[in-house]
């Protein structure tokens, strides 16, 4: 910005330098927390008026008519896949979207509590894994998923809830990439954001964020895609905004009352 001072010379006072979020200082996230929501604000607004100027110009009388239907998976166009065994998707197509969407399934199935109870868990790997490598996949879970791991997160040693808590075991997949790929097979990398703890006001494992990314050497199998491997490894992770922790109470709500997703591209 340019000021004139008495002696008719233009000063000019440039911008202060602001930390990197990820290396300096830490901006105060409160004025940017309000010109996102501004900025948000503003695209949904935009959104919305091009969505009612490009309406079609049916009658009057037919708007009172059922609700649309669901609009396809986006970006791709390609319709959902019905659910299959285990209530796990199943039918993705034999190309690389149809790779990637079984990655993102598996992964929501390979993090969720059903997970903590070994015939819950023996049933979605039955439905997820090459026939080849399930009793191998089956003993590797049963060493990880032990009486002592359980107490680690919380649970009761059987991996039951305690009396008075909800258990949260989630995970999110933000987004995927194929990073090796033939025609029976697929290497896909998800990245993830996954919950994990007890809610309830007598927990002293509360529920935490978590980001990771799981690799997973996919096979056609069976007329669908099936694990062959899996591995996980920690991050990318963004940095952690201002907001407020929610209690015990608003947390187990939320768990209650929010049902997770089922994926397709």
């Known amino acids: 910005m340019s000021l004139g001072d008495d002696t008719g010379r233009t000063r000019t006072r440039l911008p202060e330098a602001g930390g990197d979020p990820y290396g300096g200082a830490r901006r105060n996230g409160r004025s940017s927390s309000r010109s996102l929501v501004t900025v948000v604000g503003v695209v ?9 100027a490009n309406r079609g110009g049916g009658d009057s009388d037919e708007e009172g ?3 649309p239907k669901a609009a396809a998976t986006a970006p791709t166009g390609e319709k959902p896949v019905p659910a299959g065994a285990a209530g796990i998707p199943a039918g993705f197509a034999h190309d690389r979207q149809g790779a990637e969407s079984a990655a993102a399934n598996y992964a929501v199935a390979l993090g969720s509590a059903e997970m903590f109870t070994k015939a819950r868990r023996d049933a979605i790997l039955q439905s ?9 996949f089956e003993a590797r ?11 680690n997160v919380g649970l009761n040693s059987d991996g039951t809830t305690p009396e008075g808590l909800t258990f949260v075991s989630r995970t999110t997949p933000i987004g995927t990439k194929v990073t090796e790929s033939s ?19 007598s927990s002293t494992s509360p529920v935490t964020n978590s980001w990771f990314t799981i690799t997973m050497l996919l096979e056609w199998t069976d007329d669908d895609w099936k694990i062959v491997t899996h591995s996980q490894k920690d991050g990318p992770t963004p940095v952690p905004g201002d907001e407020r922790a929610s209690n015990a109470d608003e947390m ?9 997703f089922t994926y397709a591209r």
């Open 44 to 52: 949904v607004l935009l959104i919305a008026a091009i969505a009612f």
């Open 128 to 136: 997820i894994i090459v026939p080849a490598r399930i009793a191998d």
């Open 183 to 201: 025609s029976d097979t697929a290497t896909v990398e998800v990245w993830c954001s996954g919950l994990l703890g007890l809610a309830g006001e």
């Open 141 to 151: 879970l049963d060493k990880a998923y032990t009486p002592e791991f359980n107490k």
């Open 252 to 260: 187990a709500k939320a768990v209650q009352e929010y049902g997770g």
């Open 65 to 67: 008519g059922d609700s």
